[in-house]
């Protein structure tokens, strides 16, 4: 196993252990710090192990963090005038 699909890994150990915290903003800071940290991680992720695995690794991200995409969703949908 590659250092980078270790890394993604931790990411995503660490993504569900900040889930089970309790939290007052219900973990938007977090999910930041997750996606800041996740970004190049994907990057090295595609660039050592090929885009096949960077997509694995980034649909794997977008089910972890799945509330930040549909309100992104949102707003281009309300931002494109649908």
Same mark, same amino acid.
């Given at each position: 196993? &590659?250092? !980078?699909? *270790?890394?993604? @890994? #931790?990411?995503?150990? !660490?993504?569900? $252990?900040i889930?089970?915290?309790?939290?007052?903003? =219900? =973990?938007?800071? @977090? @999910?930041? *710090?997750l996606?800041?940290? +996740?970004?190049?991680?994907? +990057?090295? %992720? &595609?660039?050592?192990? +090929?885009?096949?695995?960077?997509?694995? %690794?980034? *649909? @794997? +991200? $977008?089910?972890? #963090?799945?509330?930040?995409?549909?309100? #992104?969703?949102?707003?281009?949908?309300?931002?494109?005038?649908?």
């Amino acid at each position: 196993m &590659t250092l !980078s699909l *270790v890394l993604a @890994a #931790l990411w995503g150990l !660490s993504a569900n $252990m900040i889930a089970l915290l309790p939290s007052r903003d =219900h =973990h938007w800071r @977090a @999910a930041y *710090v997750l996606i800041a940290l +996740g970004i190049p991680i994907l +990057g090295y %992720v &595609t660039w050592q192990n +090929g885009p096949w695995i960077g997509l694995i %690794v980034l *649909v @794997a +991200g $977008m089910s972890i #963090l799945r509330w930040p995409l549909i309100y #992104l969703g949102r707003w281009v949908r309300r931002k494109s005038g649908r």
